[in-house]
């Protein structure tokens, strides 16, 4: 008897140690991902600028990855948060295989810093790893400590179900950025050929280039085209053509779609000149537009 009750403790100890060790492996992993029947992709912008593809993870925020125009072809991933994080740690990203891969294991792609009141993002490689890894059906899922909770840990997952056609018009959005950014073209220098109101081939392939900005940048608040010339002729004849040059200009931006409104030229003539006037390549360098663009917003991230 006394042997029998002995058996029955041993088994009972060892099954609420067993049971504790499996409460602790859980340690209350609250869990947030959209189901089969929520998931959604979209692409939420696409133009010439900005193209940005966003998923919805119910009660914890969104998933974004964003390309922008730029010179190098680029791609951020953007984790954002319905709470930001009241401190600071890392967040372990996984890749988990699809339920009909059973028994592949999770992949580990990157750690997302956490910092205090920002959304989190990744890079470029880990930004086109992610992609590759939802293209081929798997969940990148964010693990971290919850810092409302001592207790508690998160994991926040990234759902496939319906990723492959946003993806693709993706893609192609990314295909059509421009490769310039308005950092580019803010400020340019244009020059012209002599005695004449004609740009030089150079800087008519960059007016062209603003002009193609302009037609998809509708926060444009003020275009300033300064314009001078060289000392070649009299000062008066320099003092027209310098207003003819910037005129033209005005209304090759005019067309482009910029509201005259915004536009202020001037003339200098040959005044404010910038390199010596007695040598062919000063002249050159002295006949020239000065075109400031600015913003009436600082460009989305």
Not at 180 to 193: E, G, R
Request: glycine content about 4%.
């Amino acid at each position: 008897m006394n042997a029998a009750k002995k058996l029955c403790g041993v088994l009972c100890a060892l099954t609420m140690v067993s049971g504790t060790e499996a409460a602790i492996n859980r340690q209350n992993v609250r869990q947030y991902a959209a189901t089969l029947d929520n998931s959604a992709w979209s692409v939420k912008t696409a133009t010439a600028l900005r193209c940005e593809l966003v998923h919805a993870i119910p009660q914890f925020g969104e998933a974004r990855f964003v390309s922008t125009a730029n010179k190098e072809s680029n791609l951020l991933f953007q984790l954002k948060m319905q709470r930001q994080p009241d401190g600071y740690s890392l967040a372990e990203v996984l890749s988990v295989p699809p339920s009909w891969r059973a028994g592949e294991q999770a992949k580990a792609l990157a750690d997302l810093k956490l910092l205090k009141q920002f959304d989190g993002d990744l890079p470029k490689q880990q930004a086109w790893t992610m992609l590759t890894e939802l293209e081929q059906g798997f969940s990148p899922t964010f693990y971290f400590d919850d810092w409302h909770s001592p207790f508690d840990k998160i994991a926040a997952q990234l759902n496939p179900i319906h990723f492959g056609m946003p993806y693709q018009q993706f893609s192609t959005c990314m295909a059509g950025l421009l490769r310039f950014n308005f950092d580019d073209i803010a400020l340019t220098v244009l020059n012209y050929q002599s005695n004449s109101d004609a740009l030089t081939r150079e800087s008519e392939a960059r007016l062209y280039q603003i002009a193609e900005y302009l037609k998809h940048d509708k926060a444009i608040a003020s275009v300033d085209i300064d314009t001078y010339t060289d000392s070649y002729g009299g000062r008066w004849i320099n003092d027209e053509l310098s207003r003819k040059r910037a005129k033209a200009l005005k209304a090759f931006l005019v067309t482009a779609g910029i509201d005259e409104k915004v536009i202020r030229t001037e003339g200098f003539g040959e005044k404010r000149h910038v390199a010596p006037n007695d040598t062919s390549r000063g002249r050159a360098t002295n006949r020239r537009a000065v075109v400031q663009l600015m913003r009436s917003e600082a460009p989305r991230l």
